[in-house]
């Protein structure tokens, strides 16, 4: 089940299925579809963290996979919810304990951000059950890492360790166990307390410029968005915070 609480602006989703180490089964991912819906309307969420109680998802419930023809696998797929939470305004983050694989992997690659554990372990290892990823997999991950150690992870099926995910750039950061959602916490409290308009545009120019099939276009698209924000009364309350030598209490508007 997917269990949800808010707080100041900062909600954390977590999956709650111990029993399973978090796999990913078809009502699970149902539950979180409703969830994000309503997030995406919410006028007070600011940053949303995405975990698990122990292991943040060891890949999905392969029961309810083994018999599936192509139909039914389209059914079962992940990709509409998890391209929900890509597309979600506010930052995310993803707190990494325990089991990453698979579907879980690949929640983790729709977040902003993403804080391992030392002991936590990453893959896409569907080709050894003779699928590939199917849920954005193929396709975030070399954009975050290249496409020489993305085709290494996905066509070997492959584990790593935590400390090899920041090296190659797949985690923003690695702590201890029982530091994961103090880390997470105070990330996103910081970005709770910055102007929630600022970084809302500054993630949609990110991810527009990625995109855009030249620089140019993607500096042109920065521009609107930037000249944009000078209608905000963040704007004006940042800047003047700043003459002021206080600090900026944001509103979002």
């Given at each position: 089940m997917i269990q949800y609480k808010e707080h100041e602006g900062v909600g954390v989703m977590q999956i709650d299925r111990p029993e399973a180490l978090n796999a990913l089964s078809r009502e699970i991912v149902d539950e979180m579809d409703a969830l994000l819906d309503k997030l995406a309307e919410s006028k007070t969420?600011?940053?949303l963290i995405v975990g698990g109680t122990e292991h943040f998802a060891a890949g999905a419930d392969i029961k309810g996979m083994v018999d599936c023809d192509p139909q039914g696998a389209r059914a079962f797929g992940f990709s509409p919810?998890?391209?929900?939470l890509a597309a979600l305004a506010v930052p995310t983050i993803a707190a990494m304990g325990g089991?990453?694989?698979?579907g879980g992997l690949e929640l983790a690659l729709c977040c902003d951000l993403r804080i391992a554990t030392d002991s936590?372990?990453?893959?896409?290892p569907e080709t050894n059950l003779g699928i590939m990823?199917?849920?954005g997999g193929n396709v975030r991950l070399p954009r975050l890492v290249g496409e020489a150690k993305a085709l290494e992870l996905i066509l070997f099926g492959k584990q790593i360790g935590a400390q090899e995910?920041?090296?190659m750039g797949l985690v923003n950061t690695v702590v201890p166990q029982a530091e994961l959602m103090e880390t997470a916490m105070k990330w996103a409290e910081k970005l709770a307390k910055r102007a929630p308009v600022a970084l809302r545009?500054?993630?949609r120019t990110v991810?527009?410029?990625l995109s855009c099939p030249t620089a140019e276009e993607g500096i042109d698209f920065e521009t609107e968005e930037w000249c944009g924000l000078f209608t905000t009364a963040d704007q004006k309350e940042g800047m003047r915070a700043f003459i002021e030598k206080r600090k900026p209490a944001f509103t979002g508007k």
């Open positions: 969420l600011r940053v919810t998890y391209n929900k089991y990453a694989l698979g936590a372990k990453l893959g896409l990823p199917g849920a995910a920041l090296d545009t500054a993630k991810k527009k410029a």
